[in-house]
């Protein structure tokens, strides 16, 4: 699917021209401009040859979306989060996320997304940020970073719980200046 919302069946994107290409570094991360709807195949194929003898890539993909503000430049100004908790949890923490492409690292588990956290509450509160069952919670930092979302650039929350049913309901709000 394109931005528009039109769908390709059987369609496909050339990410890299050729995998032989020294260019390409390890701990590269590459963004397609489609978004992708069921089974996905990657193919790896040299441009001249059209196979991969002499090339091998270990890699990661996975599916995650970052907010842009529809493809645009903005500064983020401050970011909230308030909720309910169901159950104690003393190893809550809420990272609210610059992604960039560059700065990611391979690992054989998997990529961690975002580039470094914009706020985050366990660096702010330190132990003050566990769940306390039945009460409610809330989370506020007044930041500035400027985000270039015309260059694949955005914003990610990423949540981390230690108990089953922490949170039973959550509700994030995130103030932008264009």
Known sequence: M????????GDSEIVIA????????TDAYFETSKIWVGAITITLENDATGDATTASFSFNCGLAKYEDFGNRNF????????GGAASNDAGFDLEFLYHTSTGWTYAATGFIPGNGAIAQLSVDRSTDRQLISGEHFAYKRTVDQAVQ???????????????VNSVEHIDIHIGVRF
């Open 149 to 163: 979302g015309a260059s694949q650039q955005g914003v990610i929350i990423r949540m981390t719980t230690t108990a």
């Open 75 to 82: 500064t983020v100004v401050d970011f909230e989060a308030v």
């Open 2 to 9: 394109d931005t528009a919302g039109n769908r390709t069946p």
């Open 18 to 25: 050729n995998v032989e290409d020294v260019s390409v570094v």
